[in-house]
């Protein structure tokens, strides 16, 4: 159970210093990383209204929509048309704050009401309107507001993208000790989506954990991916079969093709939505073009997805059969990518890096705030607790694989280190 509202103190700062006299703020992220929760103790401390969109047609739309602000607002008559809404906006004699949720809801039953709120906007004569457009779907917020094209482009006042929350977070609100590597196991199956992490009880073993949010009968994870494709308006079949590609092992383009039996530049569509909407995230090897195709790696970027893709998905039917050691590995491999990119979320300018001599874990300017090539330190990165002996013989190999790569001759190694489970307690 989440202990209060955690954290989201640097995005409850940016939205403290909008000024009382109005203006269009846009706010968008993925589902179930608290925006819902961001903005309603944000309209608390600003008495503002929050007004929620359902999904349905135009008319009950509005409908939710007024009832949802009526009581903050002035009107004789409820609104028929959205041209109405727009008009009570505009005659209300005090400072109103109003945030609407799930806009693209709205879009998708009238596709015209981003141009009719352009042209209303920009001709309003209520200047002290601070309104909020909050939505879940990258796509149509794009579309509708931020791309070039948009009928809002460049009205904005604010534009703030809500990122999953982390590890730390994660430990502050469940009350759990940061240098566990049990707790880092239960942050692997729930990421940083909040929502998520309400579902995980007091006490639970990372395995109890994830049989009950994946394994278990009519398990709230069980059709997650097809709800959040849907929020993006993805077609299930493609973007679900490459996500799965990629979980089970396919990072290349041409090895996700192969997965999937199909010619590769057929893949470049579905790969692009799913970038663009944060699904996969796209890596290349630190220092070099992003314009070479060849060394692309694709991964999903959600540590709670990659869990359904890599461990829930193939095993689901054998789950119940595998002994606990089995379950402990599978959890514990999955466990082990997502401490890597935590690793290297920790230092600025680090990357990992491969090539056909070798592959590195991290490799991190030896000075921060300067380039590789004066320096850099190169690291290995285990999600085991190691004994001195060990980290010594890793040391040893490290060291011997890095002198046999091009990029030992491009960058001077400053340093080598073995990153282990002990890194919890920095």
């Given amino acids: 159970m989440i202990d209060g509202f955690v954290n989201r103190q640097r995005e409850l700062a940016v939205l403290g210093r909008l000024p009382a006299s109005g203006g269009l703020v846009v706010i968008y992220g993925r589902r179930r990383v608290g925006k819902t929760r961001l903005l309603v103790e944000w309209l608390a401390r600003r008495r503002g209204l929050y007004a929620q969109a359902i999904e349905g047609n135009a008319h009950l739309q509005l409908d939710q929509i007024f009832q949802d602000a009526r009581s903050g607002?002035?009107?004789?008559?409820?609104?028929?048309?959205?041209?109405?809404?727009?008009?009570?906006?505009?005659?209300?004699?005090?400072?109103?704050?109003?945030?609407?949720?799930?806009?693209?809801?709205?879009?998708?039953?009238?596709?015209?009401?981003?141009?009719?709120?352009?042209?209303?906007?920009?001709?309003?004569?209520?200047?002290?309107?601070?309104?909020?457009?909050?939505?879940?779907?990258?796509?149509?917020?794009?579309?509708?507001?931020?791309?070039?094209?948009?009928?809002?482009?460049?009205?904005?006042?604010?534009?703030?993208?809500?990122?999953?929350?982390?590890?730390?977070?994660?430990?502050?609100?469940?009350?759990?000790?940061?240098?566990?590597?049990?707790?880092?196991?239960?942050?692997?199956?729930?990421?940083?989506?909040?929502?998520?992490?309400?579902?995980?009880?007091?006490?639970q073993t990372p395995i109890q954990a994830a049989e009950t949010l994946y394994f278990g009968y009519a398990s709230y994870m069980e059709n997650e991916p097809r709800r959040l494709l849907l929020d993006e308006q993805a077609s299930a079949s493609a973007p679900m079969s490459v996500l799965e590609a990629v979980g089970r092992g396919a990072h290349k383009p041409s090895e996700i093709a192969a997965r999937l039996g199909v010619p590769q530049t057929q893949l470049a569509k579905v790969l692009y939505a799913l970038l663009d909407s944060g699904f996969l995230r796209r890596e290349i090897p630190l220092g070099q073009s992003e314009r070479n195709p060849k060394n692309v790696l694709y991964s999903i970027a959600d540590p709670s997805l990659r869990f359904w893709y890599q461990v829930y998905s193939p095993h689901k039917s054998r789950w119940r059969s595998y002994p606990v050691s089995e379950k402990n590995r599978l959890m514990h491999q999955h466990a082990s990518v997502v401490f890597e990119d935590y690793v290297r979320s920790r230092f600025p300018g680090a990357g990992r890096y491969w090539e056909k001599t070798g592959e590195f874990d991290l490799i991190r300017p030896a000075q921060e705030g300067k380039a590789p090539s004066r320096g850099v330190t190169v690291a290995e990165i285990k999600f085991d607790p190691l004994s001195k002996f060990e980290r010594s013989r890793l040391l040893r190999n490290l060291q011997e694989r890095w002198g046999r790569t091009e990029a030992s001759r491009r960058w001077p190694a400053r340093g080598f280190e073995i990153i282990d489970a002990s890194f919890l307690r920095s």
Avoid at 82 to 97: G, N, S, T, Y
Avoid at 105 to 110: E, N, T
Avoid at 143 to 161: F, G, K, M, N, V
Avoid at 174 to 194: E, I, M, Q, Y
């Fill in 73 to 203: 607002i002035e009107a004789a008559v409820a609104p028929r048309t959205w041209d109405d809404f727009f008009a009570i906006l505009d005659h209300q004699r005090k400072r109103v704050v109003l945030c609407i949720d799930e806009f693209p809801y709205l879009v998708q039953a009238d596709p015209t009401l981003p141009s009719r709120l352009q042209r209303w906007w920009d001709h309003r004569s209520n200047k002290n309107l601070l309104l909020v457009l909050c939505g879940s779907s990258r796509r149509m917020m794009q579309s509708a507001l931020l791309d070039e094209t948009a009928p809002l482009y460049a009205r904005s006042r604010l534009i703030l993208r809500i990122e999953p929350m982390g590890y730390h977070d994660f430990c502050r609100a469940l009350s759990l000790r940061k240098d566990r590597t049990a707790s880092f196991l239960l942050f692997s199956v729930t990421g940083g989506a909040p929502k998520y992490w309400e579902l995980l009880q007091p006490g």
